[in-house]
């Protein structure tokens, strides 16, 4: 099914019912009824989702600068509702990749489901099937490996003609870069077939892809390192604590850093719980950080803090003999699963949004000494930089946060930070009150030294029902979108994408 505008939509079906529920009303009244409220903003951009979009043109209201040419792929989940079963966790939806490409002063926006063995099934079955990261169902089906369950839904990795649709620990599936059809399941090697693959890659400056994969229940991780196309030079599986869910880690020029909280997955629980509900966050635990050699690919450093939970990072580099990480921080895993659920189903929150900050971690390798320093920034999650300088130093961050007048029943961040590494000193701009920000991606203009490009982000206005495609200066973020193209529907909420210049 492609994207046709409805004469009534689902959203305005489900709100409208509320109305004929209670009795036949004016039509202001009706109007108003129909209008997505704060509680709602998140919930309903999964509400009318097809199987694909466009391709479909639209003009930038300013024109782009000449040196940006090149496509946006992000993904993210989407499909939360099937037959008479839906998802309650965001992380839950079926994947769709979308593709923006830049040319001239427009941006051509394709999206398609990414057509994964389960989601395959479960469209023949007319349900979902199994159970998710978040969402447990009693009719679960037994789950005989990952990826009986994978979604393909959280980032993208682009090798080549493809892009890969990555998901938290099971395979990649192969997309169509032009079409964004699905072509199949990512096999590496023989070996490597059906191990997980996370959905953070690390690509230093050389092309070189670092990555790993977690193995819940066992205690151990798998290393890769590959090639810029995408062939594996090496695969190591380690012993490392508090893996049972490892979402990223970072790269300095020699090694590979894992932050590894103390969430652990507790054994003999009912089979059709979702994974989320299997998880055990221990107050008494610790943070245990992995220095991992990449010559080697075993461990050479083990560090430990106090306990905090995270899911992303930023870059990392080492300063003498200091590793430093820049690491997004949350008090504390339940609480946030518990509003991601409530925003995911349109109910209220009941605690206040939960408030991460950014931290920077330092490792003193000499003294083998561990310690944490928050950074002072507004900035709360979905680190960015110029990845032109993986693995060693770089003076801007750039993160999503909250301004003081989002509402609190409204999920997620409307804030766009750049923070000047080098004088502690932040820049913002705020999307209104009404608008939810996704993930802003630094693009390097051509030829330029280092942090001198734009910052490309979609974001999704609730009131409004429309997602926007908006190109920051990344040196001027306070001067607001420099150019900004309105899509003439709403996308699903995403996670995480990257950049390929023309």
């Not at 409805?6 to 036949?24: N, W």
């Not at 939960?354 to 971690?361: F, R, Y």
């Not at 003081?404 to 923070?419: E, K």
Request: charged share 20%.
């Amino acid at each position: 099914m492609d994207f046709n505008p409805p004469s009534l939509s689902r959203r305005e079906f489900c709100l409208a019912s509320i109305v004929g529920a209670i009795g036949f009303g004016s039509s202001e009244q009706i109007m108003a009824a129909t209008e997505t409220t704060a509680q709602q903003a998140f919930s309903s951009s999964f509400l009318d989702v097809p199987e694909s979009f466009g391709p479909n043109k639209v003009q930038f209201n300013k024109a782009l600068p000449t040196d940006l040419r090149g496509t946006l792929f992000r993904n993210g989940p989407a499909r939360m509702h099937r037959g008479d079963t839906s998802y309650h966790h965001w992380f839950d939806g079926d994947g769709m990749v979308h593709s923006f490409d830049l040319q001239e002063n427009a941006v051509t926006h394709r999206g398609r489901m990414v057509k994964t063995d389960r989601s395959i099934a479960e469209e023949k079955a007319g349900r979902f099937l199994w159970s998710g990261f978040g969402t447990s169902f009693d009719h679960s089906e037994t789950v005989t490996s990952a990826d009986d369950v994978n979604v393909g839904n959280i980032s993208v990795l682009p090798v080549g003609d493809e892009v890969l649709a990555l998901w938290e620990s099971g395979s990649p599936w192969r997309v169509d870069a032009k079409s964004l059809e699905t072509l199949g399941r990512k096999v590496f090697s023989p070996e490597t077939d059906g191990l997980p693959f996370s959905a953070h890659p690390r690509v230093d400056p050389q092309g070189r892809v670092w990555n790993f994969g977690y193995l819940s229940g066992t205690g151990k991780l798998v290393l890769y390192d590959l090639d810029p196309n995408g062939s594996i030079n090496r695969v190591s599986v380690i012993d490392a604590p508090n893996a049972d869910m490892v979402h990223d880690f970072a790269i300095t020029d020699r090694h590979l850093v894992f932050v590894l909280q103390p969430l652990h997955l507790q054994e003999g629980l009912a089979p059709t719980l979702a994974f989320s509900d299997r998880l055990q966050w221990d107050d008494t635990g610790s943070v245990q950080v992995l220095v991992i050699d990449k010559q080697s690919l075993q461990i050479a450093h083990q560090f430990e803090l106090p306990p905090f939970f995270t899911f992303h990072m930023g870059n990392a580099w080492e300063d003498g003999g200091t590793i430093r990480i820049e690491v997004a921080t949350a008090p504390a895993f339940k609480p946030l699963m518990k509003q991601i659920t409530q925003a995911t189903t349109g109910r209220p929150m009941t605690d206040s949004p939960v408030q991460p900050q950014t931290a920077e971690i330092h490792l003193d390798l000499q003294k083998r000494r561990a310690s944490i320093e928050k950074l002072p920034t507004s900035g709360a999650d979905f680190p960015r930089f110029d990845q032109r300088f993986t693995g060693i130093p770089t003076e801007q961050l750039f993160m999503l946060g909250r301004s003081n007048d989002m509402p609190d029943a409204v999920f997620g961040f409307n804030r766009v930070t750049a923070m000047n590494r080098r004088t502690d000193s932040e820049a913002f701009f705020d999307y209104d009150a009404n608008t939810i920000a996704e993930e802003h991606i630094f693009v390097a203009a051509p030829g330029s030294t280092q942090g001198n490009g734009w910052l490309v982000g979609t974001s999704y206005n609730w009131h409004h029902g429309r997602t926007s495609l908006s190109i920051f200066d990344a040196q001027q973020v306070q001067d607001g979108p420099i150019a900004e193209a309105v899509l003439p529907y709403t996308l699903p909420l995403g996670l995480h994408g990257q950049f390929v210049p023309a």
